[in-house]
C-alpha cells in the first residue's frame, strides 16, 4: 500500500432503518498509519457506519478510499478496492489449516485456481504474514482448535493475505486473555504503520494503550474526536459514556 489518497474520507454519511435515523449525517477522516478508535454507547452507530461502508447496509452521503467511492458498491468490489473488514466472531473455516486458510483468502483475492496448489507450503507473502500475525508454528494447526487470540489474528491475516489497506476491526479483543490483548495491540500498531485502521471499541484500557486517536459516537453524531488526553478530558463524553 501507501498511495498518497489511502485515506478514509467519509462526508455526510446518512444511514436510515425504516425511518429510524441511525447515522446523521457523519463526517469522518482517518489519515494513512492511523489507528483510530471508535467508541460511544450501544446502539451509538459504530457497526453502522462499518457496514456502511463496507456495502453491507445502504447509506446516503460519501465515503472515499484510495481516491474510490465505497458507497454504493458491492461487498466484494469494496474488499477489491483494499478494505478489510472483521466481525465479532471470528470467520475462520474451522475445518481448514492455519495455512489453508490464509491460502484460501488469498485464492479468493487471486484466482481460485490457484488455490491449495503449492502444497509446498506457504507463499513468501503467506509466510510474512504469518510472521507479523504470531501464527508461525500454527501453520498445519487445524484453525478450530486454536485459542481465542489466534483466530482473531489469523482473520486479521486473511485480510492482509487480501491486500487489505483500509482494516475495519469490529471489537477485535472482545473475550481475549489481557496477554493475548496485549499482543493484539501490538499487532495492530505495526499493521496500522502503513495501513489505515479503524477499530470499533468497549474495552477502555485497551484504547487508552494503542489508540493514536479516538472518536466518540453517540446517537448516530460525532460528540467528540481527539487524543485520548482530549476525549478524556471531554467533559460530555465523560457524562455520558466514560464516567459510568
Ligand atoms: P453500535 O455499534 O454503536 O452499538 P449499531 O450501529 O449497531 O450501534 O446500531 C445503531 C442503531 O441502529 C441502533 O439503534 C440499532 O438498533 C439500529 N440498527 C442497527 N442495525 C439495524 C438494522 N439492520 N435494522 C434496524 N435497526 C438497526
Redesign the pocket.
Known sequence: GGQWNDYLEIRGLHVE??G?V?VKDIDLTVMHGDLRFLI?P????????IDAITGL?PAAGSAMFGGEELIGRKPNDIVRLGVGRTFQTASVVEELSVLQNLQLAEGLHKKMSELFRRTEGASRNIQSIMEVCGLVGDADKTAGILPHGKKQWLEIGMLLVQDARLLLLDEPVAGMTPAERQATGELLTRISRNRTVVI?EHDMDFMRQFADSVTV?NQ?RILAEGSVEDIQNNEEVVRIYLGG
Open positions: 432503518f425504516d429510524f441511525a460511544g450501544n446502539g451509538a452507530g459504530k457497526t453502522t457506519i447496509v470499533v459516537l448516530g
